[in-house]
């Protein structure tokens, strides 16, 4: 598949085995810049794979992932995190052993500085992590360490610091699973607002209601292949689609 | 934690330093200097492996290796041409830091638990090379004759009390260093790979590097420590060289004194080398050796943060009536 | 060179190579089903052997009879090891630093405790088949090498068979895939990794006794026995029962050569040089996935 001019994100025909079993089988997939893609599929389809190799944590074994006009082929997740990619992981990963301030500075030092160097004094770091703690509802909490948060709290503190590294592209591993209504509203409200900013943003999820008002546009992956990719009111009534995730 | 910047701290390390030397000088007993040698050479051990294991979450089973890498290029040097124990020490630690750089570049990109074997497989390996190696005396041993005295600008001292006096400083440089990186940028990243290796990369951090970094630097220390050794002891064995007591007590100093802070590795040092010197005076080496492996056991068990976690635990208890 | 040399080493070797075999089959389950670093599996070895030298050298009992009758003991001990490392360490997340500094000081208590108990001199059993062999044209086959050979292919096939054909040997294998599965089938995933480990120390008295058979022990040669059961697992793909046969058969053929034609000063080189080297450039074992 020739890729669209100015896409932002280009996924060229990757492949992914674990062992025998293929996990991603071929998929292609484009982002437009300012877009914002959901991304729905059953249990153990390869979301949560596909991810990790866009972000670095896994290498493909063939195909190419082009970000930004440029490749990120052979390049570790840091880099490409340095790039402009980053990422909430669908289980919470916070450094348990730095309270909220802390664990939304490291993003801020070795990603923000990495592109611009050293610009801000502690103090304005300081600052900036408070902001990012406001904007997710834990500035509260920002001396606390992770143990002492909720599982919520816990997923807002991993977007908050996905968001930190000031990323051209976030993809948004499952933040929702378990929430109640409001406080899907309100990561669907904050995911909003970074969107506005002009963040590119990949909304993986189960919860189809967030997903259908979030996504201008939907892919579906089943069992490693993508089987549907367009707008979210046609993508649901594909009767494939219906078939292999809907139906159950 | 006390805000005392480290152009300070280096100030007052050396003050205690002076006085440490000041005090052994006047005391003046072969016996308590060859005592308190073993008990810094621990602590520079252990706050290098606590710079990997503790700062990084990265075990090093072959402590062993780095040290006496440190005190193989000593004799090897030696052999050729005796150059002054200062450029030595510099020396073992090029050596054992290129060595730490090495394997470091070789099995850093696996988990942490095929590392900290491969760090067996490396001790032993060297240990295999040295007892091979003939030019350094083989399993044989080599003797190294250790001079009486040291000239020095017009001022005689007494050799040991030259070892000793180089060991209280490379002791001070290790503390100042591991302090510095704790407080630093670096050491801050050294955190999240203890923490969560795949966050880490995650958010930028050059998680590879900076592991490159901790291995190099605690190879480097350990082989400056064991630089002067061979002068020390005056007779150097692979087999004591590559002493499992010192893998053992590498570990077990930083575990026991606590991982997170270069306080840990000082306390754990000073308490457990004391206690094993006079252990091995009084009652034997063997059971000493016995009560360190129980003592590390224990530990890990009960108070995995090591004694200054016990005190940070008593002390949030003693603050929340 | 001498053919026949070279035959006999390759020979003792492939002998050598069984024996491994079994030694590495314990860590094959805890370390290659179970994620557990027990870097003392070979003090639990050689406390084995002792154990076996004990009874053996006081009452007259054959080695490996005693290692039989201690298997409930070692399992029990396994068990009991097991429970501690999960209540202090993997149910707090906490199994990479402190796990590994856990079994480190089990390797190093253990080796003290028996030199405190037994000294450093060599020990060494007596039975009916130490001593003669068995000769087929030139090649020399010591019974002290040949029985432990067979014992230990039983053993590894009784492993194997146990692992595959049992519930709970397949639920072994399943709670190293999926926990989350198991415990939807009601399974206490917890339970079978107790008794996994169990399993894992009890093949550890087995092997004692038929390491005291095959060489003389004291309480430090439990050491060179870290690297070779490593190095085994890992070449040959972890938790891989047939790997780890290969990878067991093709070290003690290479230690066989490098001990007879190089000197047996270089022979604890080659299993952690083995290690090294494949950990360094090919992780996932030789039939590498």
Not at chain 1, 40 to 58: E, M
Not at chain 1, 106 to 125: E, F, K, M, N, Q
Not at chain 3, 143 to 169: D, H, K, N, Q, Y
Request: net charge neutral; with cysteine.
């Amino acid at each position: 598949m020739t890729g669209t001019k100015g896409a932002l994100l280009h996924v060229d025909n990757i492949t992914k085995r674990f062992f025998g079993f293929v996990a991603l089988d071929g998929i292609d997939l484009e982002v437009q810049p300012g877009e914002r893609l959901g991304l729905i599929g059953p249990n153990g389809s390869g979301k949560s794979t596909l991810v990790n190799c866009i972000c670095g944590t896994l290498q493909n074994d063939s195909g190419s992932v082009q970000f930004d006009g440029k490749t990120l082929d052979g390049l570790a997740a840091h880099q490409r995190t340095h790039r402009g990619v980053s990422r909430s992981f669908q289980l919470p990963r916070p450094f348990h052993s730095m309270n909220l301030v802390d664990n939304l500075r490291i993003p801020l030092l070795y990603t923000v500085h990495a592109r611009v160097g050293p610009l801000r004094s502690t103090g304005d770091l300081d600052a900036r992590c408070l902001e990012l703690l406001e904007m997710v509802g834990l500035a509260k909490k920002a001396k606390q360490l992770p143990r002492d948060l909720t599982q919520v709290e816990m997923r807002k503190l991993e977007l908050a610091r996905a968001v930190a590294a000031e990323p051209k592209l976030l993809i948004a591993d499952e933040s929702m699973a378990g929430l109640s209504h409001s406080e899907i509203e309100d990561i669907l409200k904050l995911l909003m607002q970074l969107n506005e900013r002009g963040i590119t943003i990949i909304l993986i999820e189960h919860i189809m209601s967030a997903v259908m008002s979030f996504s201008q546009r939907l892919a579906v992956l089943v069992s490693g292949k993508k089987v549907a990719d367009g707008k979210p009111e046609e993508v649901v009534r594909d009767p494939e689609v219906v078939r292999a995730y809907l139906g159950q | 934690m006390s805000s005392v910047n480290t152009a300070k701290f280096s100030l007052i390390t050396i003050a205690v330093g002076a006085v440490v030397m000041a005090f052994a000088h006047w005391v003046h007993v072969d016996y308590l200097y060859f005592a308190s040698y073993t008990i810094l050479q621990f602590i520079v051990l252990a706050t290098a492996w606590n710079i990997l294991g503790g700062y990084c979450g990265y075990v090093n089973f072959g402590s062993a290796a780095f040290f006496a890498m440190g005190a193989y290029s000593s004799v090897f040097i030696h052999k050729l041409y005796p150059l002054p124990v200062p450029l030595l020490i510099l020396i073992g630690g090029i050596v054992s830091g290129l060595v730490g750089f090495g394997m470091g570049y070789l099995t850093l990109r696996l988990r942490g638990s095929f590392f900290a074997i491969a760090t067996l497989a490396l001790a032993v390996v060297l240990q295999t090379l040295v007892v091979n190696w003939d030019f350094v005396g083989g399993s044989r041993g080599a003797y190294i004759i250790r001079p009486e005295e040291l000239e020095f600008a017009g001022i005689t001292i007494n050799y040991i009390e030259y070892l000793f006096g180089l060991m209280l400083l490379l002791t001070m440089i290790a503390l100042v260093t591991a302090r510095t990186i704790e407080r630093s940028q670096l050491g801050f990243g050294f955190a999240t790979i203890r923490d969560d290796e795949l966050a880490a990369e995650a958010s930028g951090v050059p998680t590879l590097r900076l592991k490159l970094i901790a291995t190099t630097l605690s190879g480097a220390f350990m082989g400056m420590a064991g630089a002067p050794f061979p002068y020390y002891i005056g007779y150097l064995q692979p087999s004591s060289a590559f002493g499992l007591e010192y893998a053992v007590n590498s570990i077990a100093m930083p575990m026991i004194g606590g991982t997170t802070s270069w306080v840990g590795p000082l306390i754990g040092a000073i308490l457990l080398g004391s206690a094993q010197q006079y252990a091995t005076v009084t009652i034997s080496s063997a059971v000493n050796l016995l009560i360190v492996g129980l003592m590390l056991v224990g530990f890990v068990i009960i108070a995995p943060n090591g004694l200054i976690g016990l005190v940070q635990g008593w002390r949030r208890k003693w603050r929340q009536p | 060179m001498d053919i026949g040399l070279l035959i006999n080493a390759i020979a003792a070797g492939l002998l050598l190579g069984a024996f491994y075999a079994a030694v590495t089959a314990g860590v094959s389950i805890s370390f290659g089903m179970l994620d557990i670093v027990n870097i003392a599996h070979p003090a639990f070895i050689i406390l084995g052997s002792y154990i076996a030298y004990f009874f053996n050298t006081n009452y007259g009992v054959d080695p490996i009879l005693i290692s039989i009758i201690a298997l409930p003991a070692f399992y029990a001990l396994g068990a009991a090891v097991y429970q501690v490392y999960y209540q202090s360490f993997e149910r707090r997340g906490q199994e990479s630093l402190r796990g590994l500094a856990f079994f480190f000081g089990l390797l190093f208590v253990t080796e003290v405790s028996l030199i405190l108990v037994f000294g450093v001199d060599y020990r060494y059993v007596e039975a009916a088949y130490i001593g003669p062999s068995i000769h087929i044209g030139i090649i020399d086959l010591p019974l002290r090498m040949l029985v432990p050979c067979v014992v230990s292919l039983l053993l590894f096939g009784a492993i194997e068979l146990f692992v595959t054909r049992t519930f709970i040997g397949r639920a072994v294998k399943a709670v190293s895939q999926d926990q989350m599965a198991l415990q939807l089938m009601g399974v206490d995933p917890i339970k079978i990794k107790r008794i996994a480990f169990g399993i894992s120390i009890a093949t550890a008295a087995v092997a004692g006794a038929l390491l005291v058979i095959i060489q003389p022990v004291e309480p430090s040669v439990g050491r060179e026995y870290i690297g070779r059961v490593f190095a085994i697992c890992v070449l040959g793909g972890l938790g891989s029962m047939p790997g780890t046969l290969i990878a067991a058969m093709l070290l003690g053929v290479v230690e066989s050569l490098t001990a007879t034609f190089y000197g047996p000063s270089w022979a604890p080189a080659v299993a952690f040089g083995l290690l090294l080297l494949t950990l360094a450039f090919r992780p996932a074992g030789l039939l590498g996935r």
